[in-house]
């Protein structure tokens, strides 16, 4: 596989070497995330919102380690790459409890002798592709 040298934009001295991934790469995790997909599904709103809340504890505990991976990244100030860190770490934490929220709604009926259940449920995968000057997020 091709690789791309990561450097230190500051000092020019070479920080680590990361996998070049293109297209077919992209398809790949697409379909893990799809083969993973049953088993989160399966998983409880509370089962979810604890994984969510893992993660964003490991954020938390490792913050300094990250803003520092993010500071020889892209020559950002430690201080603003903590608080990149944090921000995205917030939204984490937000939807670890947001998952037991989700409600169904009950839409009138033509019939008066009937009601319309809406469940929400998650149905897919999505990707996309994050901006290089603000990767927390």
Known sequence: ???IDVFNP??????TTVPECGKLE???????TKEAL???QSKSA???GEILRAWYNLLIENLDDLATILTYEQGRPF????GEILYGASYIEWYAGEGKRIYGDII???SSDKKILVTKE?????TAITPWNFQML
Do not use: D, H, N
Request: charged share 30%; proline share 9%; aromatic share 2%.
């Open 26 to 32: 992209a398809e790949k995790a697409v379909q893990c």
């Open 38 to 40: 049953p088993e989160w």
């Open 79 to 82: 201080e603003e790459a903590k």
């Open 1 to 3: 596989m091709k690789t």
């Open 108 to 110: 009138p009926s033509p």
């Open 10 to 15: 500051a000092t020019g001295k070479l920080i």
């Open 46 to 48: 509370k089962e979810r």
């Open 122 to 126: 998650s149905i897919g995968v999505c």
